[in-house]
């Protein structure tokens, strides 16, 4: 499957942003989907999952809640709504894509990454 990450972009503190990947070449709604996030320097940090069936995990204790996945898999695509943003969730975002039949365990699949700058 491949996946095209986009929305990201300037933000100024405070303010929301709408990340969006779009999936192909398989069947989207045979994958569980996830956002992770990575700044220089560090290691990549899982934000959010959704499973094929729309079952959210978010990692709550750095986004508290600001930050929400969705998917729509008549759309192939899957969301990362993020409000409230901060300087400190400046990173390169990614969508990244399991196949079910794994039943769980590391993604096989990631888009190129969405830049989003959060200024203060």
């Known amino acids: 499957v491949q996946l095209q990450a986009s929305g990201g972009g300037l933000v100024q503190a405070g303010g929301s942003l709408r990340l969006s990947c779009v999936a192909s070449g398989r069947t989207f709604s045979n994958y569980d989907m996830a956002w992770f996030r990575q700044t220089p320097g560090k290691e990549r940090e899982f934000l959010a999952a959704?499973?094929?069936?729309?079952?959210?995990?978010h990692f709550e204790d750095s986004e508290k809640g600001r930050f929400t996945i969705s998917r729509d898999n008549a759309k192939n695509t899957v969301y990362l709504q993020m409000m409230n943003l901060k300087p400190e969730d400046t990173a390169v975002y990614y969508c990244?894509?399991?196949?079910?039949?794994?039943?769980?365990?590391?993604?096989?699949?990631w888009g190129q990454g969405t830049l989003v700058t959060v200024s203060s």
């Open positions: 990244a894509a399991r196949w079910v039949g794994r039943g769980g365990g590391s993604y096989d699949y």
């Open positions: 959704i499973t094929w069936v729309g079952v959210s995990t």
